[in-house]
């Protein structure tokens, strides 16, 4: 583990799964972690459950896609702490179908929740980033970045995620702010679980497929992707910068 003593973190998308796992490792780790999501009550229900483990954990509601809710966000953080040291864009959503059945509003919904929604949450942070000269960003890409069937608009979102990571690294690293990102392979969350319904298979049907292509023999859990984050979190990771760690079970995505 990392010493993540007197950090302040915050985690988009934290209500479930892979962000309730970073949220949680972080906090473990000594951070002050603000939970983000849109959900109201998992959210509560995770930061709540995070609290009871004596864990130092705050939830915002919030739209990471309106611009006034983001910069609500992040002058609450400031106000309150001064400071923030480590972002993790990992809001998501999904809205698949085959490209000639996807509607304009499947693109665009896709589009602004991974886009827009770190584009605003990565330019309000940098600022207090900046500021003091420090900073951590994380942005959560994914393997369909290489091309996924019947994700068309996920895939072209996490292929930007990457792009933008790689820019930011070159803007913001003479600041002491590096921007690095995860790109998670199969890994076993309730957004998993929605493609398996897409498919209109068994959500057990779907891992047991998936872990025959992996070569270390198993499907990924959100607390694998957890550890990646602790590490691009880290003071331990300052020379890295502008990466994509695919975190996939194996080389090929």
């Known amino acids: ?3 993540l003593e007197n950090q302040v973190a915050v985690v988009t998308g934290a209500s479930r799964g892979i962000g309730k796992a970073i949220s949680k490792r972080l906090a473990s780790e000594g951070a002050y972690v603000y939970l983000v999501d ?5 959210l ?15 939830a915002v509601v919030a739209d990471i896609t309106n611009e006034e809710e983001v910069i609500r966000l992040f002058e609450r953080v400031e106000e309150k702490q001064g400071k923030i040291d480590i972002l993790v864009n990992n809001a998501g959503i999904i809205r698949d179908n085959l490209f000639y059945k996807m509607s304009a509003d499947d693109w665009d919904n896709v589009m602004n929740v991974h886009m827009k929604g770190t584009f605003l949450c990565s330019k309000y942070a940098q600022k207090l980033m900046v500021k003091n000269q420090y900073g951590r960003i994380i942005n959560l890409s994914s393997v369909s970045a290489l091309g996924s069937r019947g994700q068309a608009n996920y895939a ?16 913001l690293g003479k600041y002491n702010i590096t921007v690095n990102s995860i790109a998670p392979g199969f890994i076993m969350t ?3 679980k929605a493609v398996a319904e897409r498919l209109g298979i068994p ?8 872990v025959k292509q992996i070569p270390v023999n198993r499907a990924g859990n959100p607390e694998d992707i957890a550890q990646a984050a602790s590490f691009f979190a880290s003071p331990s990771s300052s020379f890295i910068n502008g990466q994509v760690l695919y975190v996939a079970g194996g080389p090929k995505a």
């Open 44 to 58: 509560n229900e995770s930061c709540q459950q995070l609290a009871s483990m004596d864990l130092s954990v705050e």
């Open 203 to 210: 959500f057990e049907q779907l891992i047991e497929t998936k």
């Open 38 to 42: 849109i959900n109201v009550d998992a």
């Open 190 to 192: 309730d957004m998993t």
């Open 156 to 171: 072209a979102a996490k292929a930007g995620i990457q792009g933008f990571t790689k820019t930011l690294a070159i803007e």
């Open 1 to 3: 583990m990392f010493s």
